[in-house]
């Protein structure tokens, strides 16, 4: 069982920045690839990172190339999202979620999930 909690979200103008931590539980949490999703009022959850369980191998989709970087600290289970260059668009709710399989962009091969933590970007 792996208990994640998000945190680090927030208001910020157009071009600002942010960074959102995920903490998870228990002695597990080097088994699993990490992820970031995002869930916009009114559209389905989509996949914004993820990160292999030792780190080596990162992904993003293809909206945030450049502007996000995700990475992990296993000595503290935690994974990070660095957003920069935010733009409106990105306001949704953040979550991260942790996947035994590997990295993957399908949230259905994700084991756990966070609550989520709110970003809005004003214009």
């Known amino acids: 069982q792996v208990q994640l909690v998000e945190s680090g979200g927030g208001l910020v103008q157009a071009g600002g920045s942010l960074r959102l931590s995920c903490a998870a539980s228990?002695?597990?949490?080097?088994?699993?690839?990490m992820g970031w999703f995002r869930q916009a009022p009114g559209k389905e959850r989509e996949f914004v990172a993820v990160?292999?369980?030792?780190?080596?191998?990162?992904y993003y989709a293809d909206f945030v190339k450049g502007r996000f970087t995700i990475s992990r600290d296993n000595a503290k289970n935690t994974v990070y999202l660095q957003m920069n260059s935010l733009k409106p668009e990105d306001t949704a709710v953040y979550y991260c979620?942790?996947?035994?399989?590997?990295?993957?962009?399908?949230?259905?091969?994700?084991?756990?999930w966070g609550q989520g933590t709110q970003v809005t970007v004003s214009s």
């Open positions: 979620a942790a996947a035994s399989m590997g990295v993957t962009s399908k949230t259905s091969e994700y084991d756990y």
């Open positions: 228990g002695r597990t949490f080097i088994r699993y690839a």
């Open positions: 990160i292999s369980w030792s780190g080596g191998s990162t």
